[in-house]
Structure formats: structure tokens, C-alpha cells
């Protein structure tokens, strides 16, 4: 039932009152909801509890949607990032009549006397307003998922270690049914019993690889999260004895305690980070790309993994339609078996040797590859191999297919994950996909123009005045997907827009604390 105009006006008043103590509201909300109501700590995240990301991110929302009540459609981006991360987690609309009632009345414990009736009333009907828009999305999200509509046992088939902090985990359903596809961009929830809390915690990690056309299993990169540095936290003057370095729950327990054979519990595919191709021209809201304009794909730590996938996925479609038109992997013309596989996907320590032997290479490697200007070269056993002509078996016509600038940005060479990988698909598409690594720190080894492009942080200014964002920059088709640290993005989007990028050409990922 929608809101009366009198409702909405009483609404828009209590705008000021939120911005004073909205804060305040939603730490009692939590604290009593998860106090009476245990069972639902499997679903709040604890370490957003403790940090005050979640109690904040209500807070702001409970404000911006006071303040635009009057035009829903100004957080629709925002309404649907919830939906897909509420779904991830299998949020129930029984749910939402318990968080109501307990919001309602800590507004009420929070406000007194000053939340006279009528101001109550308003605010019930404008929570059930928006509760019943998001129970009603998200049953349509479940309904195109009626064969898995709850958390479902995945067994660890395979651990690699990417680097010191980021390890992968490839997952495979105990029942051994098909799994279904997946946008590249978009995450599964995994969900663990937390011994120190005496509960299951759940988290959202990217799915880091394109999609297998066997169905067979997922990957998932995690990087450990270490939790706060007490010591800064002290010598920024914080009370050491509120102080807990509160280490991430979930990325502890997979590294330390998970290994292959054990089961953990795995939500189906969500989120709306994801990139497909399209036809028609760019929507970006649907996160789609036109394959004759420039894509950006710009991640820096962790947040490479969705990038991961989405490269793969737009060299694995254009590969596939290459097969068709005759060139599968052989010279003769005929059309591959394998058409909707991906060669390309990266499997762990094996993944630079499995891609050259696709592009036609065979033999030993150490995979070292030019990362500027399109120009590419394997070294093996200390002999540097040209791309074998073999290789226009996998090398993408640059009229037909997407203009891939991958720019990653890292603390040095040793958390930098799948860089062999990446360089051996610089390799095998050298006119199809540009690398660039930003690293501050290279190790003695690493070589300029190889390992790595620019020995600095970061900048949307030093691409530019090397002109590697030129192609991209005068093509008003061309799109960027970011994901990273909240602080990068930001810094991202501002450089892209100084550089007159518009705003909605710019995706940004933010899992944010949303419930």
C-alpha cells in the first residue's frame, strides 16, 4: 500500500531527526534483535556488527530513504544491490516482520515522546512500503533459482595458493548435479560454523573465474583478512581496551581450517556487478557492453577476482565464434567439439602452461610477458619464443571483438595472483588485450615492461599521460568496471570523470554492509 501525501510530508520532517539519530537507532536495533533473536547471527555479519559498518549502513539508509520518498527510483541501484546480497543469504519475508517490528521499536526506545502516534503510523507504513517491494523482488530472484532455494553443501575439490594472503577454493556440490551458469562479475555466499562464535557466519566472494560450460564447479579466490592493526588503532588514539584486532571470521576459517575434502554451505550465483554483451547500445545499468568499443576492467588487491572472470569470459565468447567461423584449433577449417567451453579459464599452478598449449605452444615455461603496447613474448628455459603462428587459433579479430584494457594495481610482486595466467593471455591475443601493473614495490627479480609497468601507486593521470587510456577516453561507447577497496573506487571514478567519462559508464563493485 503506498504512502498518503500527509504520511510522506510527516516523513520528510523527521529527515533531521534521522541525520541526529539514526546512528543511534540502529545500534539498539541490532543490539536487541540479536540479543532475543540468537538464530539470526547466522545471518548478520558479526565483524560489521563490531566494526559499526552494518548499524551505519542502515542508518544512512533509513535516511536517503526518508529523504526520497517522493522519488523511490533515486536508490533503485542501491534497493538492488540489497536484493541480490538478501537472496545470496535466503532471507525470508518472515524476516521482515521480525526486523520491523524490532526497528519500529527502537525508533520508539530511542526517540520517546517524540515519535507521537502519528509519526509512528507513517513510518510503519513506509518500512512495510519498502519491505513489500523487496520481498516481491526477491521472490523473483528466488523463483529464477527453483531448483536451489537454500544454502546448498559444496565439497572443497581443489586449494591453491595464489599468493601469501589470496587462496583458491574450487567447490563442487556434493550431489553432483549440473550447476547452473553465471554472469562474470557476480558471487556466491559461503557459509561456515565459526567455533569462536558458536555460530555460521556467511560472506560474499566473486566467483573467479568465467563460467564452465561442464557445470562441474566453481572457484572463489579468498584473501585473509587480518583483521584491524591494533597498534595503529592505539596511535590513533583509540581506547586500547576497546581494541580487538577481530581478524575476518569466514577467510580464517577457510584458509586455516578448510581443506579439500571438507564440505562447507554455498548460496546460488547473485549480484548485479556482472558484464554480458550487447548488441544494442551500452546499458550500463544491466552492467552490458557493445563488443566493438573498449572495455576497462580496473581492479586493484582482491578485487581482481571478478575481473578474472569477465576477461575470460569476453575471450572465451569471442574464441567460441571464432571455432564456428573455422578456426578451432585446427587448420583445416572444421568446427571444434568444444564450442561454449573455455580454454582459457585459469586452474590454479597449472593454469600458464594449460592456456600456451591452447594457444598452440607446447613445451616448458616460465611465463613472462610484455605488459605495454601489445607487445608479448614468452621466455622459456632462458630463450624468448615468439607467438607461434599456431596461435590465430585463439587470437581474436580486433573488429569483431572487445578491446580489453586490464589494469590491475598492487602492494608489490608478492600479491599479485594469476599474473602468469594473465600474461599468458596477453600472449595468445596480444592485438585483443592490453596488461598494465602498477607496482610500487617489484621484487629484485621482476622486470620493468615484464612483471610490471609503472613502479608507482595508482593513477588515472599517468595513464593518461602515457596514453594508455587514449583508445578508451575518445570512444563514448566505451565502459569501465572498477573493484577494490572502497577508497580506490572512489579515487577511480573521480579520475574517470575528471578525464570526462560519464558517470554511468563507470560500474563500480561495493558489497557494502547491506543487511
Known amino acids: 500500500m503506498s504512502l498518503t501525501s500527509s504520511q510522506k510530508s510527516i516523513i520528510k520532517a523527521t529527515v533531521p531527526v534521522l541525520a541526529e539519530h539514526g546512528l543511534t537507532i540502529t545500534k539498539l536495533f541490532y543490539k536487541n534483535l540479536l540479543r532475543e ?38 536508490l533503485s541501484a542501491f534497493v538492488a544491490r540489497v536484493n541480490q546480497k538478501h537472496a545470496s543469504l535466503y532471507v525470508r519475508p518472515e524476516q521482515y516482520e521480525v526486523v520491523g517490528r524490532y526497528l519500529l521499536a527502537a525508533m520508539g526506545n530511542v526517540l520517546g515522546d517524540a515519535l507521537a502516534p502519528e509519526i509512528l503510523d507513517a513510518w510503519t507504513a513506509a518500512y512495510w512500503q519498502l519491505a513489500n517491494l523487496m520481498i516481491a523482488r526477491e521472490a ?39 550447476l547452473p551458469m553465471y554472469r562474470p562479475g557476480q558471487y556466491i555466499s559461503v557459509q561456515v560454523d565459526v567455533e569462536s562464535l558458536k555460530y555460521s557466519q556467511a560472506r560474499q566472494y566473486s566467483l573467479s573465474r568465467a563460467a564452465r560450460v561442464e557445470g562441474d564447479s566453481y572457484r572463489i579466490s579468498v584473501k585473509r583478512e587480518k583483521g584491524l592493526s591494533v597498534a595503529a588503532a592505539k596511535a590513533d588514539g583509540h581506547n586500547a581496551e576497546d581494541i580487538q584486532a577481530r581478524p575476518g571470521y569466514v577467510s580464517n576459517v577457510l584458509h586455516d581450517h578448510k581443506h579439500v575434502g571438507d564440505v562447507v554451505q554455498v548460496s ?182 615484464l612483471d610490471w609497468s609503472f613502479r608507482e601507486r595508482f593513477s588515472i593521470k599517468r595513464l593518461q599521460k602515457d596514453g594508455l587510456l587514449d583508445s578508451a577516453l575518445e570512444d563514448e561507447g566505451s565502459v569501465y ?35
Open 140 to 178: 523473483e530472484i528466488y523463483s529464477h533459482e527453483a531448483t536451489w532455494s537454500d544454502w546448498r553443501p559444496f565439497r572443497i575439490v581443489r586449494k591453491v595458493h595464489e599468493t601469501a594472503e589470496i587462496t583458491s577454493f574450487y567447490l563442487a556440490p556434493t550431489d553432483g548435479k549440473r
Open 268 to 449: 546460488h550465483p547473485a549480484g548485479e556487478f556482472y558484464l554480458e554483451p550487447t548488441s544494442g547500445a551500452s546499458d550500463v545499468e544491466s552492467a552490458s557492453y557493445r563488443p566493438d568499443h573498449p572495455v576497462v576492467l580496473i581492479s586493484a588487491g582482491v578485487g581482481i577476482t571478478p575481473m578474472m572472470a569477465m576477461l575470460e569470459a569476453m575471450l572465451c565468447t569471442s574464441a567460441a565464434q571464432e571455432r564456428v567461423d573455422g578456426y578451432a584449433g585446427t587448420n583445416n577449417g572444421s568446427k571444434a567439439k568444444t564450442v561454449g567451453t573455455c580454454p582459457f579459464t585459469s586452474d590454479g599452478d597449472a593454469n600458464a602452461n594449460e592456456a600456451l598449449k591452447t594457444s598452440g605452444y607446447t613445451g616448458s615455461t616460465s611465463v613472462s610477458t610484455g605488459l605495454q603496447n601489445g607487445h608479448a613474448s614468452i621466455h622459456t628455459n632462458g630463450h624468448t619464443v615468439s607467438p607461434s603462428p599456431q596461435s590465430k587459433n585463439v587470437t581474436i579479430s580486433s573488429t569483431t571483438a572487445p578491446k580489453i584494457h586490464f589494469i590491475h594495481a598492487t602492494r608489490s610482486s608478492l600479491h599479485i595472483p594469476f599474473l602468469p595466467h594473465l600474461q599468458s593471455l596477453q600472449h595468445s591475443h596480444p592485438a585483443q588485450l592490453r596488461l598494465t601493473i602498477f607496482n610500487p614495490s617489484p621484487s629484485p627479480m621482476a622486470q620493468e615492461g
Open 37 to 74: 533473536i540468537p538464530s539470526l547471527n547466522d545471518v548478520f555479519n558479526t565483524a560489521n556488527q563490531a566494526n559499526g559498518a552494518q548499524p551505519g549502513a542502515l542508518a544512512y539508509s533509513l535516511h536517503a530513504y526518508a529523504q526520497n520518498i517522493d522519488d523511490l527510483a533515486a
Open 481 to 515: 568496471f572498477v573493484c577494490g577497496p572502497e577508497g580506490f573506487m572512489a579515487d577511480v571514478r573521480r579520475g574517470l570523470e575528471s578525464a570526462g567519462v560519464e558517470r554511468e559508464r563507470v560500474r563500480v563493485e561495493n558489497f557494502g554492509a547491506g543487511v
